[in-house]
């Protein structure tokens, strides 16, 4: 079924383009949403206006994106948790945690799924990503310290730099000797 987008519908396409989609989804969603119509020679003309509407609307978007981006990378997150001797928290800063600081701090309504991709369970200074669009991908700096104010983990070896020192003990002497 080809269909005349009157939106941009993501993976799908942008408005006032002609796609061809699956029938179910033209017939079930697309149509009785109003996200398009059936592609005719009389909606054609229709597809004019729908695409310097579209255009207007992602420069729009564009400009408050590139606004909120700059924003967002000037912003410094601090958390306190509980954590173990090598710098692994007990618990986690989760996404959720993250994104409600930045909104209440910035004023906005950022989603807590475009904030990072997993909770973070270390000490230390973090780089998470804030997903507004495919273009816009600002970072924000989460420091996570320790309740006792450490901010930096304990020091850390790999599995190189381990070394197993084994202690023997000296056997028992038995009466032996003596008999």
Do not use: C
Not at 6 to 35: C, S, T, W
Not at 94 to 111: F, K
Not at 162 to 178: F, L, R
């Amino acid at each position: 079924m080809e269909v005349l987008l009157k939106q941009d519908i993501h993976n799908v396409g942008l408005a006032g383009e002609v796609h061809k989609v699956a029938d179910g989804y033209g017939r079930n969603f697309l149509l009785p949403q109003g996200m398009a119509v059936m592609a005719s020679p009389g909606m054609m003309k229709q597809a004019v206006v729908w695409r310097k509407k579209a255009e207007a609307r992602r420069a729009e978007l564009r400009a408050e994106y590139e606004a909120l981006s700059a924003r967002i990378e000037e912003v410094r997150l601090t958390f306190t948790a509980r954590a173990g001797e090598t710098g692994k928290l007990y618990g986690s800063i989760t996404t959720t945690q993250i994104a409600d600081d930045l909104n209440e701090q910035l004023g906005t309504d950022i989603d807590r799924r475009k904030v990072g991709i997993e909770p973070l369970r270390q000490l230390g200074e973090h780089q998470v990503v804030v997903r507004l669009s495919g273009e816009f991908q600002p970072e924000i700096t989460v420091v996570i310290e320790n309740e006792e104010g450490e901010t930096e983990p304990a020091i850390e070896l790999s599995d190189e730099e381990i070394v197993v020192v084994e202690t023997v003990e000296p056997e028992e002497e038995t009466d032996e000797a003596d008999e």
